[in-house]
């Protein structure tokens, strides 16, 4: 599955084109790598996204096309959340 259908499916990020916008500022890593919008994701990779000052980091528990709202949150497992420091 595409890095921005997901984000949207798992509702970490609302809409696909700001899902887009904020992988093309290069604010989201897979597996440690800069990650653009089209690239595809696997179960049990590990994505990190920028969120302002937020890191928030998770692990891809599931990929689904279709999921009601309560159960977005099981596409994927948060390992950290932590605050950035920008100086």
Not at 50 to 74: C, P, Y
């Amino acid at each position: 599955m595409r890095l921005d259908k997901f984000l949207k499916v798992s509702r970490l990020i609302r809409r696909r084109t700001l899902a887009k916008q904020v992988a093309d500022q290069g604010r989201i890593t897979v597996n440690g790598n800069v990650a653009k919008a089209s690239t595809r994701l696997a179960v049990g990779d590990e994505m990190a996204i920028q969120f302002g000052q937020t890191l928030l980091t998770v692990e891809i528990t599931h990929l689904k096309e279709h999921v009601r709202k309560d159960e977005a949150t099981q596409l994927y497992k948060v390992i950290k959340e932590e605050k950035i420091n920008r100086n």
